[in-house]
């Protein structure tokens, strides 16, 4: 290559360099489009076809396996402790029965399909007396993944971030129905909060 070469390559912008989308950038951009996909459906189990971005469900799949192997103790795995932290909120889930297929979302109102879930939840709370849908629920894993991700995008509207379209009318729905915006973990802890409410209700009424 000569000067000559160089200076006039120059004169019409040329690069020496080109930036490449790092993978942290290509990670970003399918998270965005996960966060999306979770604030049109109201959870975040793509289906194998989604036809409106049909490498969104390979990414999530991807996730997985580099979660999976990180548990294991691959520390080699391309998925970070912070993106980890980021599929979280979104209530991600890392593990999925592959004998369950997560139907193909349809186009609709996406008002009317937050207020279908809600409907399916108040059903439940009048069938079993509480609003704690279990994370694995065959009847209607839907609204299992639906309950989780108000959750996380109630915890991310306190913190100022409306992004997941939680909304002070949806939290007063959610409210009126005796949802539980954080759950206690283990079954034994919930077991004496159970016991806690029973007490309170004794002290009130003087009856259990």
């Given at each position: 290559m000569t000067e000559n070469r160089i200076e006039r390559l120059n004169k019409i912008g040329f690069e020496w360099t080109?930036?490449?989308?790092?993978?942290?950038?290509?990670?970003?951009?399918?998270?965005?489009?996960l966060v999306s996909y979770v604030q049109k459906f109201g959870h975040a189990r793509v289906p194998k076809r989604y036809p409106q971005n049909i490498l969104l469900w390979s990414w999530v799949s991807a996730q997985r396996k580099?979660?999976?192997?990180?548990?294991?103790?691959?520390?080699?795995?391309?998925i970070t402790?912070?993106?980890?932290?980021?599929?979280?909120?979104?209530?991600?889930?890392?593990?999925?029965?592959?004998?369950?297929?997560?139907?193909?979302?349809?186009?609709?109102?996406?008002?009317?399909?937050?207020?279908?879930?809600?409907?399916?939840?108040?059903?439940?709370?009048?069938?079993?007396?509480?609003?704690?849908?279990?994370?694995?629920?065959?009847?209607?894993?839907?609204?299992?993944?639906?309950?989780?991700?108000?959750?996380?995008?109630?915890?991310?509207?306190?913190?100022?971030?409306?992004?997941l379209r939680m909304t002070?009318?949806?939290?007063?729905?959610?409210?009126?129905i005796g949802f539980e915006w954080t759950v206690i973990g283990s079954t034994e802890d919930q077991w004496h909060k159970r016991y806690k409410d029973l007490e309170n209700y004794v002290q009130e009424f003087g009856h259990a």
């Open positions: 080109v930036k490449c989308k790092s993978e942290e950038d290509q990670w970003d951009k399918r998270y965005e489009e580099y979660y999976e192997r990180k548990q294991n103790g691959d520390l080699s795995t391309r402790e912070t993106q980890i932290e980021l599929l979280n909120k979104v209530g991600f889930e890392w593990s999925v029965d592959d004998n369950t297929e997560v139907q193909s979302p349809v186009n609709g109102n996406t008002e009317d399909q937050w207020h279908k879930q809600y409907k399916d939840l108040a059903s439940y709370v009048q069938e079993f007396g509480h609003a704690q849908v279990p994370r694995k629920y065959p009847l209607n894993q839907s609204l299992a993944n639906w309950v989780r991700a108000q959750r996380n995008s109630h915890r991310m509207f306190q913190n100022g971030d409306s992004s002070d009318k949806r939290i007063e729905l959610l409210d009126k």
